[in-house]
């Protein structure tokens, strides 16, 4: 794991899929953060598996080397019901990891619950209650939110890792609901 002393960091969030990946990177310098881009990685029209797992290895590297990320925050494996469906999803989990790794950027891992509420605070938010909260608290424009939510998903595990890192939260005295701890931390919002 990264250095968390370190002031300054760029961090590439991934939300695995082998239909839709999306990605997402912030630059973030103390309790500064600044979204530097987001999109989703189309592979629908790809019917060979291992075709998609090689786009996903190269793309990745690809944007290891254009962005540039200290770090790397992926989400983990989530339980479904069907086995293929999970295995699919863990290829190319497994396989983003892999090109990162075989950048040296080190791997930062977090569940879909933990991610919904770092941003939401509620652990079973839906992907535009969660592209809603990043809207706001990363102030960006309604046109620049993607159609596909992977995208403002792995902009959210990306902004998780940044909260992740250790800015102290202001809490104050005790609150009774979200909204009371988003006015409680307004500083935390971001230009």
Not at 67 to 75: C, H, N, Q, V
Not at 109 to 117: A, G, Q, T
């Amino acid at each position: 794991m990264i250095d968390k002393l370190v002031k300054e960091h760029t961090i590439l969030g991934i939300d695995p899929g082998t239909t839709y990946m999306g990605y997402g990177a912030l630059h973030t310098q103390g309790s500064q953060v600044e979204p530097l881009e987001m999109g989703v990685l189309d592979l629908h029209k790809v019917e060979d598996h291992y075709a998609k797992l090689q786009k996903i290895f190269f793309f990745v590297q690809e944007l290891i080397d254009r962005i540039k990320p200290t770090e790397l925050a992926i989400e983990t494996q989530f339980v479904d019901k069907n086995v293929q469906t999970m295995l699919k999803l863990a290829h190319g989990q497994g396989v983003a990891i892999a090109a990162a790794l075989s950048k040296d950027i080190p791997i930062n891992e977090y569940s879909p619950m933990k991610i919904k509420m770092a941003i939401t605070g509620n652990g079973h938010a839906t992907k535009e209650m969660v592209a809603d909260m990043l809207q706001r608290v990363l102030k960006l424009e309604p046109s620049a939110l993607p159609k596909k939510l992977d995208a403002t998903d792995a902009l959210a595990i990306a902004y998780c890792h940044f909260l992740q890192l250790g800015l102290p939260l202001r809490t104050g005295k005790p609150v009774k609901n979200w909204a009371e701890f988003a006015r409680q931390n307004a500083s935390r919002i971001h230009k």
